[in-house]
């Protein structure tokens, strides 16, 4: 029976993509916020789309949501249309606003079980309160709830219907440190109930932490997607090996090493390599040899930031030669 | 093919319901809402009581001053319940970001603006209890048996008009801080030529005519007659009914413009 397991497999690869979008356009005027944004989310992954404020993250998403109408391109979300507004859409999508109200004078359980009721299949109110740990402020009003409490319930609002895709729209925004990483376990554990996450922010590590696919977004349109750790090239990037040379020493006296670039900066060094262990042994072998103290020593592979603010075009161009946005 | 159809109506109409529950708790818990309601109408109730205690009105063939103002007082309420409540909370939900939450659920839209007017006649309901109860209770005054149905029609009527232009009206508002401000600029101007606080005699043909193009006179002037001790048969007032029949579809456009809006290109 060699023949079934492949088959299902196939089948499982075949699944039709959560969310897919080709060339979505949005005007208002004459201003065009989303210019040709194409990308398709598969089911089961938190997929990040990236970019800094006013970058027209909100509005795809709203798009997606059915909040807005596109002027261009297409967008099906779970199969449908978000345009067309269908009740089957909304039983099966969960979305999270950013600062969005609810009927403030009913309590949390009233809130979940009213939410709850709009959709044929719910989840039941109290395993709701608890797996966004509500529990303790279950019989208290809306109105007198924190802002972090605040946010957990729109989470709690989102979830009771069971939607497959889940629309989180800076969840995080205003969190203290605390706060984000409670937030962030719960929307890790969501990926476990297998739902799909599709994830909008501008803070670089909760990208790092919850995506398996980050987008990024940056004047209407996406100039980079990937997995976090390869975005960009971001694996294949040059590492950067950090050092202060003493007084006396230059450029010059260092070994040969596989390198792009080097460079010095007062006794600052800098050195692009793509064979950081390598150059690294030279380096050090060389400087214990002599008996030279190399100060604050370090080898870093550029982190997510990096890339993004290289791309975002929000930083000061490094000395990265290469060209890598797409 | 219509069994289905029957069976996901009869699931909406109990989503319904529920809203309405809902909706309800809501009300009756924030007590700033209550002053327009309920304060504001029984408080105006006692004062206009305890001025003119006995008084007669002579342009009205000399009926007590009490059979004008309980039924005027009531037309006030209810435009207090339907239209300014309707309007102000409405703004209010929709700055808040509630009516776009409510949009990305399933629950369908109509079904949701039926709750909310459900949930606004159960209000007019208690109100017109509570001003008639006391109107019978305190002055004296009756609704008579052969005009309870006009008072009812006429009660059904306004709110059909008030609460449709409340929704409608949210169209023109452009924040939640304004909203007071329009709707009692739409409402209270109007009511000192209507007939609501005491009779609008004497007054210049001009604004009798504005009077009786808006709906708040021909409310409380129809429920008035209902209350007129010499009106003699059902006390139904023909041409004030269709004004208001008038307003009825005009709120219901309004309210229909102000609902097709998406939500999220407002603002």
Sequence with gaps: ?326 | MSSVLTASLRRDLGLVAWQIRYEQRSYWRNRGRGVFTFVFPLMFLVIFASIDKGAHISSRGGIPYDDFFVPGILAYAVIATTYVNMAIGTAILRDAGVLKRMQGTPLPRWAYVAARIGSTILIVAAITALTLGLGAVVWGVHVRGSTLPAVILTLALGTAAFTTLGIGITRFISSAESAPVIVNLTVLPLTFISNVWFPATGLPKALTDVANFFPIRPLADALQYAFDPRTTGAGLKGHDLQTLAIWTVVGIVMMVRFLRRPLGEQG
């Design chain 1, 1 to 326: 029976m060699p023949t079934l397991p492949a088959m299902t497999t196939n089948h499982i690869q075949r699944r039709a993509p959560a969310v897919e979008v080709r060339d979505l356009r949005k005007s208002y005027g004459a201003v065009e916020a989303v210019k040709g944004v194409s990308f398709e989310v598969a089911p089961g992954e938190v997929f990040c789309l990236l970019g800094p404020n006013g970058a027209g993250k909100t509005t795809t998403v709203e798009i997606l949501e059915g909040y807005r109408t596109r002027t261009g391109g297409d967008a099906l979300v779970l199969g449908m249309d978000p345009a067309h507004g269908e009740r089957e859409l909304r039983e099966r999508v969960g979305i999270v606003l950013q600062q969005c109200g609810v009927q403030a004078d009913l309590t949390v359980a009233e809130l979940i079980e009213m939410y709850g009721r709009y959709h044929v299949r719910s989840r039941p109110v109290d395993e709701v309160i608890e797996l966004v740990e509500l529990t303790e402020k279950r019989d208290v009003r809306a109105r007198q709830l924190s802002g972090g409490q605040r946010r957990r319930l729109d989470l709690a609002l989102a979830l009771v219907g069971e939607p497959d895709l889940i629309f989180l729209d800076e969840p995080t925004t205003g969190f203290d440190p605390a706060a984000r990483r409670q937030a962030w376990s719960t929307i890790r554990s969501l990926c476990d109930l297998g739902k799909t996450v599709f994830l909008t922010t501008h803070y670089m590590d909760e990208a790092q932490h919850l995506a398996s696919r980050v987008a990024v977004m940056n004047a209407g349109q996406i100039i980079a997607i990937g997995r976090p750790d390869e975005l960009a090239g971001r694996d294949v990037r040059p590492a950067e090996i950090r050092f202060t040379l003493p007084a006396g020493w230059s450029l010059g006296d260092l070994p040969a090493v596989p390198s792009r670039s080097r460079s010095l900066d007062g006794d600052r060094v800098l050195v692009l390599t793509t064979e950081p262990v390598l150059a690294a042994h030279r380096i050090t072998s060389w400087a214990l040899e002599r008996q030279i103290e190399l100060g604050h020593f370090s080898v870093s592979q550029p982190t997510l930031e990096d890339i993004y603010l290289e791309l975002t075009g929000s930083s000061a161009p490094n000395q990265v030669p290469e060209e890598v946005a797409r």
